[in-house]
């Protein structure tokens, strides 16, 4: 049985010179997956995925 609920945080980044999104949000994703499939003690109850805002700035959404 899980002991630890979990939110998975994904960042959308960019490739180096900012003109295509990377596929860094699907590799992120498998590799949380991957992570929780070998930790049975957490269970993700979330994901919040970050698409292109900074890690400062916040928007609130009503």
Request: hydrophobic letters at 35%; zero cysteines; aromatic letters at 10%.
């Amino acid at each position: 049985m899980p002991k630890y609920n979990a939110a998975a945080y994904i960042r959308l980044s960019y490739t180096e010179d900012r003109s295509n999104e990377s596929d860094s949000v699907a590799n992120q994703r498998k590799l949380i997956e991957n992570f929780v499939s070998r930790n049975p003690d957490i269970r993700l109850v979330s994901e919040k995925v970050d698409d292109g805002y900074s890690g400062i700035l916040f928007v609130e959404v009503r």
